[in-house]
T-cell receptor, first 113, second 111 residues
Framework: DAGVIQSPRHEVTEMGQEVTLRCKPI?????LFWYRQTMMRGLELLIYFNNNVPIDDSGMPEDRFSAKMPNASFSTLKIQPSEPRDSAVYFC???????????FGPGTRLTVL | DAKTTQPPSMDCAEGRAANLPCNHS???????VYWYRQIHSQGPQYIIH???NNETNEMASLIITEDRKSSTLILPHATLRDTAVYYC????????????FGQGTELSVKP
C-alpha cells in the first residue's frame, strides 16, 4: 500500500492567492483528518470526515478555509485568500474508522509570501 | 479529552531502554492512552495504545498505572532512528475521540 498521499509536497504562493491541498487516503479507510503544524501552535486538528461526511470542523481557523471530500479516495483543503500566517505544514491522515490508529501522509509545506 | 503532561525533552544512550513518562491525572474511565511519535519532517506515526492493561507490540511497551493517572512508554533498545518527538494523547479512541496533540517529549538518542 502506498500510504496516505498528499500533493503538492511544497507550495509557495503569494498572499491573496487561492491554495488547494490534496489528499488520497489509504484504500478502505473511512475516516480522514486534516491537521496543521506550526512552531508556535504545534499540531492542530482542523477538520475530520467519516464516510465522506464532515463530522467536526471546529478547528478550521476561519471562513477562508474549506475542506471537501467528494468521494472515499480524495479530499481537498482550500485556502482562499491565503495569508502569510497560513504558512505551515499541513498533514492529512486516514484511519479505518474514527478513533482507530491514524496513518499520516508526508505533509504539504505551504509558504505564503 | 483529558490533558496530558510530558517532560519537554529527554536523552537516552543508544542500546539502552528509553522510558518516557506521561501524566494524565484527569483521565476518565472510558478514555484510552495513545502514543504517537514524529520524526523530524515526517508525519506522526502511531506507536501503541491502551485502556487499563499494559500493552506490548513490536515497537514498544506501554505501562499504565493501576489508578490510570500516569503511564510510561518504553522503547526497550533505543536506536538513533528513535530520535523523535513523542506524544502522549488521551482520547475516547474507538468510541470516537479526536487526537489532541500537546507539545510532546523530544527524545534524543545519543551514540
Amino acid at each position: 500500500d502506498a500510504g496516505v498521499i498528499q500533493s503538492p509536497r511544497h507550495e509557495v504562493t503569494e498572499m491573496g492567492q487561492e491554495v488547494t491541498l490534496r489528499c488520497k487516503p489509504i484504500s478502505g479507510h473511512n475516516s480522514l483528518f486534516w491537521y496543521r503544524q506550526t512552531m508556535m501552535r504545534g499540531l492542530e486538528l482542523l477538520i475530520y470526515f467519516n464516510n465522506n461526511v464532515p463530522i467536526d470542523d471546529s478547528g478550521m481557523p476561519e471562513d477562508r478555509f474549506s475542506a471537501k471530500m467528494p468521494n472515499a479516495s480524495f479530499s481537498t483543503l482550500k485556502i482562499q485568500p491565503s495569508e502569510p500566517r497560513d504558512s505551515a505544514v499541513y498533514f492529512c491522515a486516514s484511519s479505518l474508522s474514527t478513533g482507530n490508529e491514524q496513518f499520516f501522509g508526508p505533509g504539504t509545506r505551504l509558504t505564503v509570501l | 479529552d483529558a490533558k496530558t503532561t510530558q517532560p519537554p525533552s529527554m536523552d537516552c544512550a543508544e542500546g539502552r531502554a528509553a522510558n518516557l513518562p506521561c501524566n494524565h491525572s484527569t483521565i476518565s474511565g472510558n478514555e484510552y492512552v495513545y502514543w504517537y511519535r514524529q520524526i523530524h519532517s515526517q508525519g506522526p506515526q502511531y506507536i501503541i495504545h491502551g485502556l487499563k492493561n499494559n500493552e506490548t507490540n513490536e515497537m514498544a511497551s506501554l505501562i499504565i498505572t493501576e489508578d490510570r493517572k500516569s503511564s510510561t512508554l518504553i522503547l526497550p533498545h533505543a536506536t538513533l532512528r528513535d530520535t523523535a518527538v513523542y506524544y502522549c494523547i488521551v482520547t475516547l479512541g474507538v468510541q470516537g475521540g479526536k487526537l489532541i496533540f500537546g507539545q510532546g517529549t523530544e527524545l534524543s538518542v545519543k551514540p
